[in-house]
């Protein structure tokens, strides 16, 4: 069975930077798509930032290019979302999630970690 556990989240003022962690194990496939996503109150989930473990060029949502960066370890199955200069608009429960492929849509993707709260205080 897949787990995606995160770990990272935290309080940071505005121009601060975290970096967040999930870790996945029990996949069948040797690569997948592994992704960021968030949601904030009364907002939809939106997508952040994905990766495929096989390569290829990384995703990164309009409002986060420049600032966010995705990365994988694939020598211990886990994805890390470096995220610099957070704006207060950046604050959300942040998701891991993983598909066999990648996709835009959140509903694709069959795993999810728990969540990891990122609040950004201006």
């Keep these: ?15 601060g930077s975290l970096r967040l962690s999930c870790a996945a194990s029990g996949y069948t496939y040797r690569h997948y798509c592994m992704g960021w996503f968030r949601q904030a109150p009364g907002k939809e989930r939106e997508g ?4 495929y473990t096989g390569g290829g060029s990384p995703y990164y949502a309009d409002s986060v290019k420049g600032r966010f960066t995705i990365s994988q370890d694939n020598a211990k ?3 890390y979302l470096q ?4 704006k207060p608009e950046d604050t959300a429960m942040y998701y891991c ?3 066999d492929f990648c996709s835009r849509y959140a509903e694709t993707f069959a795993y999810w970690g728990q969540g990891t709260q990122v609040t950004v205080s201006s």
């Design 1 to 15: 069975q897949v787990q995606l556990v995160e770990s990272g989240g935290g309080s940071v003022q505005a121009g």
């Design 48 to 51: 952040v930032a994905r990766i």
């Design 77 to 79: 199955n886990t994805m």
């Design 83 to 86: 995220m610099n200069s957070l």
């Design 97 to 99: 999630a993983a598909h």
